[in-house]
């Protein structure tokens, strides 16, 4: 049986990407908001408070989730290239998922991401070469990452929670 917390693995970055595999992670970035809109546009508001898995978050809490995520990430990326290997603020993404905006609407989100993405992709396609390689320091990591790994993370990222969506809709017929 598949593991419901990863449908789609465990994220592994295997090192540097060359310029198709980031074009492949900037096309998946981009086009998470039109797919995650199509993935749950029929859904009944029982269904999108559905959870994905026992004890994990109902799909409009992954929806707003994804919204928060990403604005993270865009600001994280946005320090790597104006500043010398930042440190990023970690947040408690459990917390914020029980905060009373991620009850809102879907389509709440939907708008951000739309809006959000756009401006994300514009600047990651924006990239030279050697700034794949600049650095943040995540301290929930204990490390640094390139925003080369930071791109495949966020890649992996939607295809996850997307993943978490469209494996539950399977399972329940809908």
Not at 39 to 44: H, K, P, R, S, V
Not at 76 to 95: C, M, S
Not at 157 to 174: F, P, Q, V, Y
């Amino acid at each position: 049986m598949t593991d419901l917390r990863y449908p789609i693995g465990k994220f592994r970055y295997s090192g540097p990407m060359d310029e198709a595999d980031r074009q492949q992670a900037i096309d998946t970035i981009q086009s998470l908001p039109a797919r995650l809109r199509a993935t749950i546009e029929a859904f009944a508001e029982e269904q999108l408070d559905a959870a994905y898995r026992p004890g994990g978050w109902t799909v409009r809490q992954v929806v707003h989730h994804l919204a928060d995520s990403h604005l993270n990430a865009y600001t994280r990326f946005k320090l790597a290239l104006t500043e010398d290997e930042p440190t990023i603020r970690p947040y408690d993404e459990a917390r914020w998922a029980e905060l009373t905006d991620s009850r809102a609407a879907p389509d709440v989100s939907l708008r951000l991401l739309d809006a959000l993405h756009e401006r994300w992709v514009l600047l990651l396609r924006s990239l030279a070469r050697e700034d794949w390689q600049k650095r943040v320091l995540h301290p929930e990591h204990k490390r640094d990452m390139s925003l080369d790994e930071l791109l495949a993370m966020y890649a992996w990222h939607c295809s996850h929670h997307l993943a978490h969506i469209t494996t539950m809709r399977e399972r329940m017929g809908w």
